[in-house]
């Protein structure tokens, strides 16, 4: 079993429209929550950190919970340039990350 | 400020020969990071240094990859020799202690 899972997707959706990804891990003893988004053919990038309280960026709101461990990602208001891949990644008590494979999504006109 | 350099940017070799990928993390950062992406397995650690030191190369798949990182602003991952499997994109990033890690734009390597 991987420690983080996520769905591979895609998510086809059209732009206006709210999704969610929610991803899982393995490893209770994690300590640090990211989503990292990936363009195509690009490397990846920092789009939050997850905390236990929740967190909101503009559109982008992160969530964690630690008993399920469990995290997700809503985006409201889908706009063509959030197409690309969302990167769970959870963190040790040291620097090391694991990253899921993540889940495309595909916002369409 | 510049961000993490890598390179080459693309390299496409004969199965036998040895491949050497190169990486300049960005100033200040104290870690950094190399990491493997195909499609299959997603992006995979090989190894990491805090302070110019090897900390976990538990990722590195065996014998025929080597990372240094003699100072602070250069490292290198080498294969020798390449074999078709290797192929993938390669990543370096770097970060200070435990905070946000940023990535190069890769090398896309192929061995045929």
């Known amino acids: 079993r991987k420690e983080v899972e996520q769905d591979p997707g895609p998510f086809n959706v059209p732009e206006g429209a709210t999704v969610a990804f929610n991803c899982t891990y393995s490893?209770?003893?994690?300590?640090?929550f990211f989503w990292y988004r990936q363009d195509c053919r690009k490397e990846p990038k920092l789009l939050m950190s997850?905390?236990?309280s929740g967190n909101e960026d503009g559109r982008f709101t992160a969530q964690l919970n630690r008993a399920s461990q469990y995290i997700s990602l809503l985006i409201r208001d889908s706009k063509l340039s959030d197409s690309a891949t969302y990167l769970c990644v959870v963190g040790h008590n040291t620097d090391k990350l694991i990253f899921g494979t993540g889940t495309r999504l595909q916002v369409f006109p | 400020d510049a961000g993490v350099i890598q390179s080459p940017r693309h390299e496409v070799t004969e199965m036998g020969q040895e491949v050497t990928l190169r990486c300049k993390p960005i100033?200040?950062?104290?870690?950094l990071f190399w990491y493997r992406q195909t499609m299959m397995r997603g992006l995979e650690l090989l190894i990491y240094f805090n302070n110019n030191v090897p900390i976990d190369d538990s990722g590195m798949p065996e014998d025929r990859f080597s990372a240094k990182m003699p100072n602070a602003s250069f490292s290198t991952l080498k294969i020798q020799p390449s074999e078709p499997r290797d192929s993938a994109v390669y990543f370096c990033a770097s970060s200070r202690l435990a905070d946000t890690q940023y990535f190069g734009p890769g090398t896309r390597l192929t061995v045929l």
């Open positions: 100033s200040g950062h104290n870690s």
């Open positions: 997850v905390y236990s």
């Open positions: 490893n209770s003893a994690s300590q640090s």
